[in-house]
């Protein structure tokens, strides 16, 4: 079995307000647990408007695989229009 997580950071411009960045949070915790299959939360700056931190876990039998989907998913968070990508941490296990 391997795993492979990943916490990306994400700077959020234009949001105003908690209720904001929930909405944008949620739409991309959303399209990314459909996209990729994955368990994804926001795990980290909760409470500041223009910051978000998401976790996400992905687990196969193949490694390749979770590698790629890996590479796949920081591909996807990099074109979103709705936050930049302005941190990541991955791992393999």
Do not use: I, P
């Given at each position: 079995m391997h795993i492979g997580i990943a916490e990306l950071t994400f700077r959020l411009d234009?949001?105003?307000?908690?209720?904001?960045?929930?909405?944008?949070?949620?739409s991309l915790v959303d399209r990314l647990r459909h996209q990729f299959n994955a368990s994804v939360a926001?795990?980290?700056?909760?409470?500041?408007?223009?910051?978000?931190?998401?976790?996400?876990?992905?687990?196969n039998s193949d490694r390749r695989l979770v590698?790629?989907?890996?590479?796949?998913?920081?591909?996807?968070?990099?074109r979103t229009c709705e936050a930049e990508l302005i941190g990541l941490e991955t791992e393999l296990l």
């Open positions: 234009g949001c105003r307000s908690l209720k904001e960045k929930r909405h944008v949070v949620r926001e795990v980290a700056h909760q409470d500041e408007w223009t910051l978000a931190g998401v976790g996400l876990a992905l687990v590698e790629r989907l890996l590479e796949q998913v920081v591909d996807y968070a990099e």
